[in-house]
T-cell receptor
Framework: DAGVIQSPRHEVTEMGQEVTLRCKPI?????LFWYRQTMMRGLELLIY????????DSGMPEDRFSAKMPNASFSTLKIQPSEPRDSAVYFC??????????FGPGTRLTVL | AQSVAQPEDQVNVAEGNPLTVKCTYS??????LFWYVQYPNRGLQFLLK??????LVKGSYGFEAEFNKSQTSFHLKKPSALVSDSALYFC??????????????FGAGTRLAVHP
């Protein structure tokens, strides 16, 4: 089992550019979660999906952020346009119906 | 409101000594409780969970946690700390109002430092 896969692992971009983060959940897991982690704000839940349907996006900070899950094996988190304050580590996690969430290794985003 | 509190930002312990990382929660009904560990530059790793049954739950790497309903606590413990246990530890509780989805409410995290 490869676990949750995230790409890229590191992303450095300039302010104003579009950033797309990718996640492949563990096969058979029906829930997918996107988190952001910073020193200042800790771990924040941005959005989560169940059976590919967005359930709660109240954690998405602004309209510049969007997420999709076109199928059970792929999700994206997009930031357009990016800003320096978006610099953080972004985690994707998936879970099966019996509760634990399994986290990916994260994408470290730096916006210059 | 549902919440998880980890009252200590950092816990320092000498190698070989027992360690405790504290967690208290506030939820409606019977809680589903979790502990996760995060090593530097890594994602969170599941350690253990309490759903029902025995109040003492055993998990990975020799960790255990004790569920105490009267004190609404779920403290993480290990009898003998290792330097390699140094990491960031998160307590979490399932959001009971998330409609059955596995949404978790995380604490702020406690940094454990084990000194040789």
């Amino acid at each position: 089992d490869a676990g949750v896969i995230q790409s890229p692992r590191h992303e450095v971009t300039e302010m104003g550019q579009e950033v797309t983060l990718r996640c492949k959940p563990i096969s058979g897991h029906n829930s997918l979660f996107w988190y952001r982690q910073t020193m200042m704000r800790g771990l924040e839940l941005l959005i989560y999906f169940n059976n590919n349907v967005p359930i709660d996006d109240s954690g998405m900070p602004e309209d510049r952020f969007s997420a999709k899950m076109p199928n059970a094996s792929f999700s994206t988190l997009k930031i357009q346009p990016s800003e320096p304050r978006d610099s953080a580590v972004y985690f994707c996690a998936s879970s099966p119906p019996d509760l634990e969430q399994f986290f990916g290794p994260g994408t470290r985003l730096t916006v210059l | 409101a549902q919440s998880v509190a980890q009252p200590e930002d950092q816990v320092n312990v000498a190698e070989g000594n027992p360690l405790t990382v504290k967690c208290t929660y506030s939820v409606s009904g019977n809680p589903y409780l979790f502990w996760y560990v995060q090593y530097p530059n890594r994602g969170l790793q599941f350690l253990l969970k309490y759903i029902t049954g025995d109040n003492l739950v055993k998990g990975s790497y020799g960790f255990e946690a004790e569920f105490n309903k009267s004190q609404t606590s779920f403290h993480l413990k290990k009898p003998s700390a290792l330097v390699s246990d140094s990491a960031l530890y998160f307590c979490a509780v399932r959001d009971m109002f998330s409609g059955g989805y596995n949404k978790l409410i995380f604490g702020a995290g406690t940094r454990l430092a084990v000194h040789p």
